[in-house]
């Protein structure tokens, strides 16, 4: 037993019949370890090939399976021992170290948090801690955010458009004369939300069917839109400072062709990223 070749399983499984003939009942697995000098895998190779050959240690007068026909042991190809085996005096069996803890084998299999016997062990790396947690980033305040922003471009482009033109104006006139809409509104509707549309296809996650050119020209027109929406503000509240109630004439022609812009980018948008879902 205190050889340093490598012994067979099945050599192994005859020497721990004997013991556990003796003993009068199953020895565990660290046992078999620590008196036998093996390795666990080798050590619960031996105790299942005792058990599948019906070997009961509990019945006293028990000998060899394969004498009194009641069974055979069937060779076992030797199975490499693991890094735990000793090719000398064994540390656990001298007294020199504490118990040998076994870890568990459905808990690392099936990714449980080992104990911690097992991590005191230096089975388990102690330092390893758990993977990164995922934060979600809480969106209510982006609700306070848009609801300032909403008012003050909403009154800043309407404002703009009352003073270049825009008004209210009968929807349907000779179908329904009382129904009036104020045409400023497609201002601050038209330009902030094709800027919001454009930015989502720019920043799209990885994986979104938007192709590299529907991201390019997303990120431009996206600049774009929030940099013509500043303009505007800035041109309504030096346009009121100064009292005026009609914008120059350069103002009124840019103003009246942004609906014309943002109808065009936004197609254009939607087409260049319909293409890559085709």
Known sequence: MTSAYPIAVDELADRVRERATELQEWPSRNRVKTEF???GTKAAAALAVLREAGFDPTRSGQTRAGADGAGSLHAVPDLPDGPETATGPDPAADGLAGPVVEPDRHAQDSGAPADDATRASGLVDADVGPGPREVRVPRWPLLLIAAGAFVSIWSGWVGLGELTGFGPIRL???IADSVVLNSAITLPIGVEAYAAFAMWAW????GTA?????RRFARRSAIGAL???AAGQVTYH???AAGLSIAPWPVTA???CLP???LGCGAALTHLIGREQR
């Open 238 to 240: 030096l346009l009121a």
């Open 260 to 262: 014309v812009i943002v």
């Open 254 to 256: 840019f103003v009246a």
């Open 210 to 214: 938007v192709s590299e050119s529907a």
């Open 172 to 174: 349907l006139p000779g």
């Open 203 to 206: 920043l799209a996650p990885p």
């Open 37 to 39: 000098r093996v390795g």
């Open 227 to 229: 940099v013509l929406g």
